[in-house]
Structure formats: structure tokens, C-alpha cells
């Protein structure tokens, strides 16, 4: 069976991949309400933002809500982001908002209901290990009592590792603002651990030393 | 300055914070599928609110055009992702909401207890679902018709409201049984070790479709339904309200007009525990007398005295208790895990290591693929190494990494296996 080639020429052309776009051409798009850019824009940075809320708030489930409520407010607001290289600094003072909004609602709530409500932890599922689940729903039990600008500046440092310019940047503060802080939610911490001497012998006991 | 000082307080920091550091994990491609799906679910439905809003011309018939889309585009999400038929109609019964203690749902429905205490489902029109402590669920589908949830083990209670018309269906999958209702107060368990299914029905009528001969068994009030699958027996018998009130025990269903006996459930310590309040825990033992503690508690609390007890070093109080667990309540699943949790308790001296052995062997035994199956083996491949050298330690290693090849002891599993 014989084909009949066209004489015309032809070329390939390669529709662009979109997790080529820079972040500037990302927010140019979502601004222009590409369809493309809000599931890139969720792909880049989504998991980031859910790693963030899992580690503040201790919760996968409470992380995803905050994750979508994040989103849900950058794609809407897209529009007024005035410097468009700066769309991942602007995705996380939402986040950051959001997750500090959150930690205030806890703490009104605890207010309000004369009690401390149950810190729910739900990380660590593949922690098979009963002891390191505890912990961590003690440490997490030692956050909630921690103002929640002090609990923010403490995640970024030490759960997100980030340094102190880094922090200082995203939370929108001075460096010296933020060290205050930080030093303040860490002899906080650390008093009232050092309060509990069965959590501290039980971290010696265990070998668990940083 | 801005790093956990050296004193013991912040050195012990710096560990939980390192744990905390750990256990956190990236979300999975199905996690940000759905989370994907949920923003964009939020943002059809500003575009429809924004649709329905008074305009006028031709901005009025595009903005109708996009609410329409819109519309369409949830309902077929909602369709989608909960599996629901498209509603029959204006006879339909209103949509099912529900919200959970205790608990999440993660991916594929399964639910996730986060506590000790179980997990609650509360539906809005007054169904409950009590799932005690370790019982591990799955909900599989919850719409406007009715919900069917699966208990893979463990134990449950259930209070189904009636609707005037009975157009909704409420069913259970429990083990390889199926348990249809309608308006009807139950506990049922399923243990996947043993192979038993026990069904207790104090209101209402249940049908149990399974592998028992005699096709489907339509149960009565006040009947109970036992069925071995492992010796072929299927039993049922009436049981009297103090039955039904020690099958309660734990989160109960409502009280009822009937002469219960009361059960010693008030105490809350699986509640006390999630919080932190261990100490509380063992001062009101001790007030009420560990001994009549012991004879007395729920199954569930037995369980948060033990966990404060080991929590607190105090391994004979430990053990009196999850021994007493396993007397009192042998058939629960909480006897199970209390063999993994007596051979933590005797491994904290070294008298006792072959004694945690034999825990490790018998929880082995009858749950082999527990919730502490991994760990169980784990220790049991350490203490054997320990006790018995690494020679007698391979063959375990092997099996746990046959097992679990990502597990906790994957590592030491891997240089027993390598080991000369």
C-alpha cells in the first residue's frame, strides 16, 4: 500500500511545557486567569505550603484545609500582585496569615471554652514506634501554649530550618524582631520541658539527642 | 542564642523538635490531586455565586452561561468523587453531612484515629458511629441515599435515626459479612486473627449476609449472632440488657428506658491521655483502689491506665493492667495489643527480655498482621540478637525485611542480614 507525502513543509512546533514558566510568567498568567497556571501554580507550590501547615499545626487534615484555603485566596487575589517575581513570597504571607489566623482561633477557642481543648496530632502515621508518636503529641501540646506569632517564628527556624533572614523575610519582620522572638518561644520551651523531668530523662533514656 | 541552649531543657528541644522535623511527610500526587480538585470546587462556586448576582445584557446571559458551567462542573465533581447516583428527584432525602472525633479520613477512605479514644462519626440527621479504640474502618461511601462504612477489625457501635419514609440505607461491611439496617441500635466486631464475627442488637432489625450457611440471617431485638468462621459455628441467642451493657462498654449508645445495668465508663481517661494528663490518670486509680480499678474499668480505660503507667515508669502497675485487660476482655482487640505492650513492659529490665520474647512470639501468633506486626517483629529480631546472637536473629531479619522492607528496623534488619 503506497502513501502520498504532502510536498509542503512542515515543523514541528512543541507547545511550551509549563513547568518551564518562570514564577514572573506564572503570575502573568494567573492574573490573566490561564487555566494552565492554577494547576502549575498549585504543583510548584502546594507541597511546600502543606509541609508548612503539617508542621505548625501538627495536623495532616487541618493542613490540607489550610492548603485550600491558601490557594483558593492567591487565585482570587492574583490579580493585585504588583511585582510578579515575587509569586512564591506572595503565596507564603498568605500562608503564613492563614496558618497565624488559625493558631488565634485555637487559642479563642481554648479562651472561650475555659479549657484547654485536645491538641489532635495526627502526623507521624508511619511512626510505628508508640513512644516517638507520644512525643510527638507532647511537643505538639507544648506549642499550643505559645503565642502564635512566637509558635510561627519557631516552626520557620527549627522544623522549616530556615535562618533567621529567612524567616525575618517571609514573616515580614525586622532580623531583630525576629531573634527576639525566637529566643523568647525557645527558653519558653525549654523551661517548660525541663519542668516535665520524665520527658527529658525519657529523651536521654532513648538515645535521643539532637 | 537562637538554637536550643545546652542546658538539658533545650537539648531535649532540639530532639523533639528533630522528631517533629521527621515526621512530617510530603504529600502524595493523590493528596494534591484532591486537594487540587477541592480549590477548584471553591472557585466554580464564586464564579456561580458571582453568576447569579443581577446584571444586565449580554453580561447577564455569559455570566448565567459561565453559573451553568459551573454548576455542572460541581455537580460532577460532587458525583464523582462520592460515588453518589445523580439525585432521583424531589423524593430524594436531603444530603448527608457528617463530621468526625478522634479521628480523619485519609486516602481511600480509611479512617485515621488520632488518639487512643476512637473516632465518632456524627451524621446530621442523628446516626452515629462509634468505632472503639484500634478498630480499623474505612468509610466507603456517604451521600444523599445513605452511608456504607467497612470495619476491617476491631469494634463497633452504631445508633442509626430512622427516617419517616426509610429511604435511606445504612450499611456494614465487617469482615466478609454485610450488615444492612434501618433505625436500629448494634455493637459489632469483626477479629481478622481469629476469624469471629459477633453482631449484639438491642433495637431495630438487621439483616447479615456472609459466608455461613442458610443464606441471609435476619436478626431481632435483644439477639446476639456469633459466627466462627474458623470452626464453622454460627450461634445466635438472646441476650439479657446486662449482656448488652458489658458489649457497651466504652463509648455507649444513648441510654435507653431499659433496665441497664451501669457501666463503669465515666472515668474519660482515653480523653485524659490525648491531653496529656497522665498523672490525673494514676491519682484516681489509686483513690478508687487499683485493685477494684482493675476489676471495674472499661476496657478502654484500662488501656489509658496502662499507657500513663509505662509513660510514667511504673511498669507493675503496666503490667497489672494489661493483664487484667487480656482476663477481662479476651476476645476484644485490645487484648491483642496488649500482648505487644506486655513485651514492652517486660523489656524495660533486663530480667525480662526472654519474657518480652514470648509476647512478641504470641502477639505474632494471633495477630500476624496487626497494628504492631512490624514492631513486634522488629523487637523480636533485636531481643533474639541480643539473647540468642546474630546467627538466630538472621531468619527474623529476613522475614521483616521479606514483610516490611521499608519498616523502622529495615536497617538493623539489613546488617543482621549482612552480618558474618
Redesign the interface.
Known amino acids: 500500500m503506497s502513501t502520498r507525502r504532502t510536498q509542503i513543509p512542515v515543523s514541528l512546533v512543541v507547545a511550551p511545557d509549563p513547568r518551564d514558566a518562570s514564577d514572573a510568567d506564572l503570575a502573568q498568567a494567573l492574573a490573566a486567569k490561564s487555566p494552565w497556571a ?2 502549575e501554580t ?2 510548584r507550590f ?2 511546600a505550603v ?2 508548612l501547615g ?2 505548625t499545626l ?4 487541618e493542613a ?1 484545609d489550610i ?2 484555603e491558601v ?2 485566596r492567591v ?2 487575589k492574583a490579580n493585585t500582585l504588583r511585582a510578579p517575581e515575587r509569586l512564591r513570597s506572595f503565596i507564603f504571607s498568605f500562608a503564613l496569615r492563614v496558618l497565624r489566623t488559625e493558631l488565634r482561633r485555637r487559642k479563642a477557642r481554648a479562651w472561650l471554652s475555659f479549657q ?1 481543648p ?13 513512644e ?1 508518636r ?8 507544648l506549642l499550643d501554649r505559645l503565642a502564635p506569632r512566637h509558635r510561627l517564628v519557631f516552626v520557620l ?3 522549616e ?1 530556615m535562618t ?1 533572614e529567612e524567616a525575618a523575610a517571609r514573616m515580614d519582620l525586622s532580623i531583630s524582631t525576629v ?1 527576639r522572638l ?2 523568647r518561644a ?1 527558653d519558653k ?6 519542668a516535665d523531668p ?3 530523662g ?3 533514656e532513648k538515645g ?3 | 542564642m537562637t538554637a536550643p541552649g545546652e542546658s538539658k531543657g533545650g537539648r531535649a528541644l532540639a530532639a523533639l523538635a528533630e522528631i517533629a522535623r521527621d515526621s512530617v511527610r510530603p504529600p502524595s500526587p493523590a493528596e494534591l490531586d484532591s486537594g487540587l480538585d477541592g480549590v477548584r470546587a471553591r472557585l466554580y462556586a464564586d464564579q456561580a455565586k458571582r453568576a447569579v448576582r443581577p446584571t444586565s445584557g449580554a453580561a447577564l446571559r455569559w455570566s448565567l452561561v459561565g453559573a451553568l458551567a459551573a454548576t455542572a462542573a460541581l455537580v460532577i465533581i460532587v458525583a464523582t468523587r462520592s460515588g453518589a447516583p445523580p439525585s432521583p428527584g424531589s423524593a430524594a432525602p436531603p444530603a448527608l453531612a457528617y463530621r468526625i472525633e478522634g479521628g480523619t479520613v485519609v486516602e481511600g477512605g480509611y479512617l485515621r484515629e488520632s488518639g487512643h479514644a476512637g473516632i465518632k462519626l456524627f451524621f446530621t440527621e442523628g446516626t452515629e458511629f462509634i468505632l472503639m479504640p484500634g478498630t480499623r474502618s474505612r468509610l466507603r461511601t456517604v451521600d444523599a441515599s445513605g452511608a456504607r462504612i467497612a470495619i476491617e477489625h476491631g469494634t463497633a457501635s452504631f445508633q442509626v435515626t430512622p427516617t419517616p419514609a426509610g429511604n435511606r440505607r445504612w450499611q456494614v461491611d465487617v469482615g466478609p459479612f454485610l450488615v444492612t439496617v434501618k433505625g436500629t441500635v448494634f455493637t459489632v466486631s469483626w477479629d481478622a486473627a481469629t476469624e469471629k464475627f459477633e453482631l449484639r442488637l438491642r433495637h431495630g432489625r438487621v439483616t447479615v449476609n456472609g459466608p455461613v450457611s442458610g443464606g441471609e440471617i435476619a436478626l431481632q431485638a435483644g439477639q446476639r449472632l456469633l459466627v466462627d468462621l474458623h470452626r464453622g459455628e454460627t450461634v445466635i441467642n438472646d441476650q439479657t440488657p446486662e449482656e448488652w451493657a458489658e458489649a457497651a462498654a466504652g463509648p455507649a449508645p444513648r441510654a435507653s428506658a431499659g433496665p441497664v445495668r451501669k457501666v463503669d465508663t465515666d472515668r474519660q481517661w482515653a480523653q485524659a491521655l490525648a491531653a496529656g494528663h497522665l498523672d490525673r490518670i494514676l491519682a484516681e486509680a489509686e483513690r478508687a483502689g487499683l485493685k477494684a480499678t482493675l476489676e471495674r474499668a472499661s476496657s478502654e480505660d484500662l488501656l489509658a491506665l496502662a499507657d500513663a503507667a509505662r509513660y510514667r515508669r511504673r511498669m507493675d502497675l503496666a503490667r497489672d493492667t494489661l493483664l487484667a485487660q487480656r482476663r477481662r476482655f479476651p476476645d476484644s482487640p485490645r487484648a491483642l495489643d496488649a500482648a505487644f505492650l506486655l513485651g514492652r513492659v517486660e523489656e524495660a529490665s533486663d530480667s525480662g527480655l526472654a519474657r518480652a520474647l514470648e509476647w512478641y512470639d504470641d502477639y505474632l501468633k494471633r495477630a500476624p498482621k496487626g497494628t504492631y506486626a512490624s514492631e513486634a517483629l522488629g523487637r523480636k529480631m533485636t531481643l533474639m540478637s541480643k539473647l540468642e546472637g546474630v546467627s538466630r536473629a538472621r531468619p527474623v531479619a529476613e522475614e521483616y525485611l521479606r514483610r516490611f522492607p521499608n519498616g523502622t528496623y529495615a536497617g538493623p534488619a539489613r546488617a543482621f542480614v549482612r552480618a558474618p
Request: proline share 3%; hydrophobic share 40%; net charge negative.
Open positions: 492554577i494547576t498549585w504543583h502546594a507541597p502543606i509541609t503539617r508542621r501538627g495536623s495532616e487534615s490540607e492548603a485550600q490557594f483558593h487565585f482570587t484547654r485536645e491538641t489532635l496530632v495526627d502526623l507521624g502515621a508511619e511512626l510505628t514506634d508508640i516517638s507520644d512525643l510527638l503529641r507532647r511537643f505538639y501540646v527556624r527549627h522544623l530550618s533567621v531573634k525566637l529566643t525557645t520551651l525549654s523551661q517548660w520541658i525541663e520524665d520527658l527529658v525519657f529523651l536521654d535521643w539527642r539532637p
